[in-house]
RNA sequence: UGGGGGAUCGUCCAAUGGUAGGACUCCAGACUCUGACUCUGGCUAUCUAGGUUCGAAUCCUAGUCCCCCAGCCA
């Protein structure tokens, strides 16, 4: 198969989006040979869902195009970078399930080629040194709407500019005490232009080049030159950046690159309830409000790993939620969608009491324990079965029985019937209570007749419950989690995001009874709680300590279905 | 008030002058040894006002509302 037929494949596959639009068409006009994208992050902190978005796109046009990606860590602030957050990002890449073109790019690998483009600036009297204090020149910049005044250090001479320059390289100046600019319009309407900082001094241990350099250039001068080192044919970022574009039009007009690349805008993912700046983020980890960056609350890419949720369903989201240039807010619900609909497909299944209230089939033989058959996946039969134990004293759920059950309640009653799942059918006989009045047992009977979980006589039960054996369960701790922000849009002001917290984001279960072959779940492989969710075994689990992590909850209308009710009153 | 963008179901995204469509949510029902899954059906939208046209979400004019920009952050 030729390039050009997996172009065009590519590109009938593909969702149709604005940015797909582009590249279809400059690919089918010539305008560019192959696709060529990068996915660029600055590696100060993990990525987020959002980052997502980005990856899939890029990561995405050059799959479908025939193309190729490559990650590039735009490590241009020494000041807020670090290692760890490097390693992170690589990592998170790959298990997204995406592999990068050739090594991984850095802007720092072309700190020699921007400063000789620097020089070459200052050669065409395009840029000089500016002994403004960084005071002075916001002062000089003008506002939205007066234009900005000329540095007295505009006009300096081509010589002059470069022994600066020279000596700002060499170590000579105080951090702040100068910076390059360009050589543009302080009078443009686009503050971008008003002589944008090229390179200002920083005193800081960069993660890769450690003190080599003195000087580091700006997001602006190295951004759209490191794309054109690279041959990047779309450079694609979010919205914010779009009035920057007319300044990195003007570097690659100016300047000796060795390819045009161009620069496209959308939007950038924002969720309800989610917060998905890098400073809140920041602030939640540092603040010790979550437990770290990969805190299954987060919404980082760690986070969601660690709750359980699979790639796939990252993957499937972002492509349902599209790409477009108006700015929008996705329903969190969209993504529990995506999870759950991948979940689904590939979870076994197992029972498991959460919160377990005590059993006893009171005709039930003392000491009998039977083995009955359970499927590991009812859409799967080659998943196969496992036996499970059943007894004399059980565990079922605790919210599985109401005393004075409300009308739409369909499970276990005084006097009702209804199914243990895979097992017989029983009916409640009697309630123990305490001193405080708390039902501690149910006392129930059995259906001998109905092993298997059913009935010759074709008698229907309205429900069918989970349970465990009391004496095979093994114990275990499962933590759930609800939203980290209960409103639906919350600020991300510096003052408010903290104080709007839900403090029931993390919900720990400490006594919750599994099924025995649960003790065998691994890191990293969902399983379906059946009638409750999905979930996960979390690090923290130990040799003698289970931890479960819930992904997600299964769909529940009849949860939905009462709190309505209480709600209409 | 300068510059740059954007407005379509509750939400997100399509429709590129020719039947406003899909997904999520929601509602009603079927099925069910998971109140899950699946299946069936349904509600709901073109920012406003003019204009061009046989025909406008799309083109034109005038408005309205929303977002971004005044770091030596990215």
Not at 301 to 328: L, Q
Not at 503 to 520: F, I, K, M, N, Y
């Amino acid at each position: 198969m030729t390039s050009d037929d997996k172009a065009q494949i590519g590109a009938a596959e593909a969702a149709r989006d604005f940015i797909r639009e582009i590249v279809a068409a400059d690919l089918a006009a010539g305008r560019a040979k192959e696709v060529v994208t990068r996915f660029p992050p600055e590696p100060n902190g993990y990525l987020h869902i959002g980052h997502a978005k980005s990856i899939c796109l890029n990561f995405g046009l050059a799959q479908e195009f025939g193309g190729r990606c490559n990650l590039r860590f735009d490590d241009t602030n020494p000041a807020k970078e670090e290692q760890e957050f490097i390693d992170a990002i690589e990592r998170d890449v790959t298990w997204l399930g995406f592999k990068w073109s050739g090594e991984v790019k850095y802007a720092s690998d072309y700190f020699d080629r921007l400063y000789g483009w620097a020089v070459e600036l200052i050669k065409k009297e395009l840029a000089y040194v500016d002994d403004q204090s960084a005071e002075e020149m916001r002062l000089n910049r003008g506002t939205l709407t007066e234009p900005g005044k000329n540095s007295r250090f505009r006009d300096r001479s081509v010589e002059e500019n470069l022994a600066l320059f020279a000596a700002m390289k060499d170590g000579k100046f105080a951090a702040g005490k100068c910076a390059l600019r360009a050589k543009i319009d302080m009078a443009s309407g686009n503050i971008n232009l008003r002589d944008p900082v090229l390179y200002r001094i920083v005193e800081a241990s960069h993660p890769r080049t450690g003190t080599a350099w003195k000087i580091y250039p700006s997001y602006d001068f190295a951004h759209g030159q490191s794309d054109a080192i690279e041959g990047i044919t779309h450079s694609i970022c979010t919205l914010e950046f779009e009035d920057h574009r007319p300044l990195y039009d003007w570097f690659i007009a100016n300047l000796s690159v060795p390819s045009k690349p161009h620069q496209y805008e959308m939007a950038r993912l924002n969720l309800t309830h989610t917060l998905l700046s890098k400073r809140v983020l920041t602030g939640l980890v540092r603040g010790g409000h979550v437990g770290g960056w990969d805190d299954p609350r987060m919404p980082t890419i760690a986070g969601y790993r660690r709750r359980g949720v699979p790639p796939e369903a990252i993957r499937d989201f972002i492509k349902r939620i599209g790409v477009a240039k108006a700015n929008s807010q996705v329903d969190l619900g969209a993504l529990d969608f995506s999870v759950r609909e991948a979940l689904n497909k590939t979870a076994w299944r197992r029972m498991a009491v959460l919160k377990p209230i005590k059993v006893v089939i009171e005709n039930y033989p003392e000491g009998q324990i039977e083995e009955l058959e359970a499927v590991n996946h009812p859409d799967d039969e080659a998943a196969g079965s496992r036996k499970i134990k059943f007894t004399r004293e059980l565990y079922i759920e605790r919210d599985d029985f109401m005393e004075v059950p409300e009308k739409k309640f369909f499970r276990m009653a005084p006097g009702r019937e209804v199914r243990l799942r895979y097992a017989y059918f029983v009916t409640c006989k009697d309630v123990v209570k305490n001193a405080a009045g708390e039902v501690t047992e149910l006392r129930c009977t059995y259906d001998p007749a109905s092993k298997g979980g059913n009935s010759p006589d074709g008698r229907k039960v309205k429900a069918t419950i989970h349970w465990v054996s009391a004496a095979h369960s093994i114990p275990a701790e499962v933590r759930l989690y609800n939203p980290l922000f209960n409103d639906p849009n919350p600020s991300a002001d510096p003052e408010a995001f903290a104080s709007q917290i839900n403090p029931q984001s993390l919900e720990v279960l400490t006594d919750a009874r599994l099924e025995p072959s649960l003790a065998e779940a691994k890191l990293g492989v969902p399983v379906q709680f059946e009638r409750q969710g999905y979930f996960c075994l979390d690090r923290d689990s130990g040799y003698a300590k289970l931890v479960f992590n819930r992904t997600i909850g299964l769909r529940d209308t009849y949860a939905k279905d009462v709190a309505k009710d209480k709600a209409a009153g």
